[in-house]
């Protein structure tokens, strides 16, 4: 497989998607965090900031996913993942405001960086160049989601992407295509969940990835959900051992780190249980303000009532390339989640939330 660096510096040549795609360009302006549903609930990337070749093989409720990361690059990390929530972010954002978009998004990296709390040093930029080489070199093939006649889906986080550089080497802009996996469980609101803008600040990954389940499975329900710690660990992709990761569970429940929800472990018998409740969350639920383009039956979030003026789309907004024309809170969790043991542990601590039916 080429190298990132080679698509990055490459020009649009013969087969390009950017050819046959209108851009969405990103403009000024904010946008609320959004995650999409099926990468907070199953393991997509590495929770470890060491480089990981070994692939993530996962298959539950009939559904399997498989990760694959590039000697050259490794596999794609949690803290790469901001990317993509970046993305869905501004997707979603604009299409609440009535506004085309496209899986070929244009940027400035002082945006993404800046949505996503990080500083917008050289550095910065050089770290942002790396995520991109391993989002686009990550392997992923799964089945969730698929076609009528069509098994299983394979693809890259990244289907290429570009950036512009000054003469002495200062990045302006850049560019990239999402796979259509991807943007098609953007576009779909009922698989797009707002997060707290807190969850950037997280630093370490297994805290980050339990913030994503404790979003997509305990939601806004009262007496959230109740996982089985070896559950938890299999759900996650971890390397580590067993006894190691739920050590890290413990240490984590200690500091209580995660935004608007708390962590209780416990032990039933030879079982290590955790319950995941909300807590004074500063996410709330929104309203869909544009008809979706893939509809699920179910419904979704909508605009957080950021300003137009954040967003155009096929209008040329920057100066660095040609002009170009171009209420739903997660009240329910799925079936992969334990629910017979919540339903237990209902009848003994009034976990009310247990009986509902999982999505």
Not at 1 to 20: C, I, K
Not at 143 to 157: D, P, V
Not at 200 to 220: D, N, P, S
Not at 280 to 286: F, I
Request: proline share 4%.
């Amino acid at each position: 497989m080429p190298g990132a660096d080679h698509h990055a510096r490459r020009r649009l040549g013969e087969g390009s998607e950017r050819e046959r795609l209108d851009p969405f360009v990103v403009a000024t302006g904010d946008a609320s965090p959004r995650d999409q549903r099926d990468l907070m609930e199953r393991p997509f990337f590495s929770l470890a900031k060491a480089r990981r070749i070994a692939p993530i093989l996962y298959e539950a409720g009939g559904q399997r996913v498989e990760v694959f990361g590039m000697p050259e690059h490794g596999m794609a990390t949690i803290w790469d993942a901001d990317v993509l929530i970046w993305a869905a972010s501004q997707i979603v954002e604009a299409e609440n405001h009535g506004l085309r978009t496209s899986r070929f998004l244009r940027f400035t990296p002082y945006q993404l960086l800046q949505a996503v709390g990080r500083a917008t040093g050289a550095r910065e930029y050089r770290l942002l160049k790396g995520a991109l080489a391993r989002l686009q070199s990550t392997v992923i093939r799964t089945t969730i989601r698929h076609g009528e006649h069509w098994r299983r889906h394979q693809f890259s986080w990244i289907n290429e992407w570009e950036e512009l550089t000054t003469r002495d080497g200062h990045v302006e802009g850049m560019e990239f295509v999402l796979p259509d996996w991807f943007y098609r469980g953007v576009i779909d609101r009922s698989l797009v969940l707002t997060i707290d803008p807190a969850y950037f600040r997280l630093t370490g990954g297994i805290e980050r990835w339990l913030y994503r389940v404790a979003r997509k499975h305990a939601g806004h329900q009262q007496h959230g959900w109740l996982f089985e710690v070896a559950h938890l660990h299999e759900k996650s992709g971890s390397l580590a051992r067993l006894s190691d990761f739920a050590l890290d569970l413990r240490r984590i429940a200690a500091r209580q780190p995660l935004p608007g929800y708390r962590l209780d472990i416990w032990r039933e018998g030879r079982r290590e249980m955790m319950q995941i409740r909300p807590s004074g969350l500063s996410t709330v639920p929104v309203y869909n303000r544009v008809e979706t383009l893939v509809t699920s039956g179910a419904n979704g979030i909508g605009t957080s009532g950021a300003a137009l003026s954040g967003f155009r789309a096929h209008e040329p907004q920057l100066s660095l390339w040609p002009e170009t024309r171009n209420p739903a809170a997660n009240l329910e969790s799925n079936k992969e989640s334990n629910s017979s043991l919540l339903a237990r542990a209902c009848a003994t601590r009034g976990a009310g939330a247990a009986g509902r039916r999982s999505s």
